[in-house]
């Protein structure tokens, strides 16, 4: 048959006679796919039909090109017509096959998981305070102005305080009074413990705080364990009894400890306990160089003083009848002294490698 016009309408008719049978032979969606791909294609049999229309008149070209986009329609409807089909075809299958018995056993051992370091210590550090008679409160991480700086007498200017210190949340329809933020220490508690009880109290919190921090000791987001202890005739030297304790019985007795004065705007004295850094223990010389204690044996992990008569006064506690001691201490300075991790952000990553050797 030489002539082209001829040639295709008898490839049409026989195209629209052989496709259906030819999806019908399919007998999963990547056949049927297949056979679709071998009609409408770009290498397809309709495809290069719809180029060989060129060479025609004008007349014959115009009608044979409509028939041609007519029967496409047609074999791509009843395309769609055999993968629904198929489609239902294997959801009955599957309605019909035995169940799967979920109460199986797997076949590879599954590996347990486990709290993160993080939490172990902070849980550990609570525990030891329990032990020592101090009960446990919470406090929230949005937290007010009032609660996170003013009651604990932060002057206004203090550079805690700053825009650029601390995390501001805003508030809708807060007006300046209700100032919001990520809370920055967990001292939040003691001003809201405080303003709704009356002493005695001994209290222990921990939680998440969040600063403009962010190197090998300092992280944006940390957490930090809180104390406090009111009652008539508290001591410094009481302080310095309970967190010596505490620090024999997470570190060992042997560990050395001290008390460096310090400046804290809601106590009156300060001060800041110590540990002898664990990465430069050794007498080999490498503590010049300890990136972790920059070179001077003690790495700090925690703020602490007698809490200051005006903190008492903004809370509604008797300034004269009691008196009481507050710390502070990083849950991550910790951890690091604890398991020998050199740069915080490891406690981050949640690299499994890392977090597997707790
Ligand atoms: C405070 O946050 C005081 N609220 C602590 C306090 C409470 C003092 C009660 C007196 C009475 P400071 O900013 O020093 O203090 O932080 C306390 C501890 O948190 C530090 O000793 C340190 O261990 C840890 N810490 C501070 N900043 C970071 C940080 N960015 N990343 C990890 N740990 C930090």
């Known amino acids: 048959m030489s002539d082209p016009g001829a040639q295709i309408v008898a490839g049409l008719a026989s195209l629209g006679q052989r496709h259906r049978e030819e999806f019908k032979q399919a007998s999963t969606e990547q056949e049927l796919r297949a056979a679709k ?3 409408l294609g770009k290498k397809g049999e309709l495809t290069g039909m719809l180029k060989q229309m060129g060479a025609l008149p004008p007349d014959l070209r115009r009608e044979l090109g409509e028939r041609a ?3 496409k329609r047609e074999v791509e409807a009843h395309f769609e017509a055999r993968l629904a089909e198929l489609a239902l075809a294997l959801r009955q299958a599957d309605l019909v096959a035995p169940p799967v018995d979920l109460t199986l056993p797997g076949r590879l051992p599954v590996a347990r998981g486990h709290r993160h370091p993080l939490s ?4 550990e550090i609570l ?5 020592l008679g101090f009960q446990t409160a919470w406090g929230p991480e949005v937290e007010f102005e009032s609660n996170n700086f003013t009651k604990l007498a932060f002057p206004p200017d203090h550079p805690a305080t700053d825009m650029q210190d601390s995390f501001w949340v805003d508030v809708r329809g807060a007006g300046p009074d209700l100032r919001a933020l990520l809370r ?3 001292s939040n508690v003691q001003a809201r413990e405080m303003s709704h009880r009356q002493p005695p109290m001994a209290i ?4 998440r705080v969040y600063r403009r921090d962010d190197d090998v000791t300092h992280s944006p987001m940390f957490h930090q364990v ?3 202890l009111v009652d008539e005739r508290v001591s410094f030297a009481q302080l310095k009894g309970v967190l010596t304790e505490f620090a024999r019985r997470l570190y060992g007795t042997e560990t050395p400890v001290r008390f460096r004065p310090s400046y804290f705007p809601f106590v009156e004295p300060g001060a800041e306990l110590d540990v002898g850094c664990v990465f430069c223990r050794l007498d080999d010389g490498s503590r010049e160089s300890c990136r972790v204690c920059k070179g001077t044996g003690w790495l700090e992990i925690l703020g602490c003083g007698m809490i200051h008569p005006r903190v008492f006064d903004a809370c509604g ?3 004269e009848a009691f008196t009481g001691f507050a710390f502070g201490l990083g849950v991550e300075r910790v951890a690091m002294l604890r398991y020998g991790i050199p740069d915080i952000r490891l406690l981050f990553e949640n690299d499994p490698r890392f977090l597997g050797q707790f």
């Open 37 to 39: 791909a071998r009609l």
């Open 226 to 228: 809180e104390g406090f």
């Open 127 to 131: 525990e030891i305070f329990g032990e």
């Open 184 to 186: 920055t220490h967990t």
């Open 317 to 319: 506690i008797d300034s």
């Open 204 to 207: 222990v919190s921990g939680g």
């Open 69 to 71: 986009n007519g029967l």
């Open 120 to 123: 172990q210590v902070c849980d």
